[in-house]
Nanobody, 124 residues
Framework: QVQLVESGGGSVQAGGSLRLSCAAS????????VGWFRQAPGKEREFVIG????????SYADSVKGRFTISRDNAKNTVYLQMNSLKPEDTAVYYC????WGAGTHLREAYDYWGQGTQVTVSS
């Protein structure tokens, strides 16, 4: 099975940028759809963005369209989440998740493998 580890979280002011990494071990991440989810205190975990395993089709939550993007570096077995124009409401723990041969759907139940999460805090 694949193990996923997120990194790159931190604190940033509104309008700033962060890049999160999701590094995989144990399996080739290019065979997996990867989704990024986030969970703010007292709220449900929600879908942010996902990329399919084959053609790299990207799905976005409306709240991040035009600000966030996702990319793969197959040589590093890593997927990145680039977050620009950050807002205080983006504050959450961010998780990456893997779904072998998947489509990068917004559905949490589609993903079998999850990282431990990384905290992103955006101050106004």
């Amino acid at each position: 099975q694949v193990q996923l580890v997120e990194s790159g979280g931190g604190s940033v002011q509104a309008g700033g940028s962060l890049r999160l990494s999701c590094a995989a071990s144990g399996r080739t991440l290019s065979n997996y759809a990867v989704g990024w989810f986030r969970q703010a205190p007292g709220k449900e975990r929600e879908f942010v963005i996902g990329i399919s395993w084959s053609v790299g089709r990207i799905s976005y939550a409306d709240s991040v369209k035009g600000r966030f993007t996702i990319s793969r570096d197959n040589a590093k077995n890593t997927v990145y989440l680039q977050m620009n124009s950050l807002k205080p409401e983006d504050t959450a723990v961010y998780y990456c998740a893997g779904d072998q041969w998947g489509a990068g759907t917004h559905l949490r139940e589609a993903y079998d493998y999850w990282g431990q999460g990384t905290q992103v805090t955006v101050s106004s």
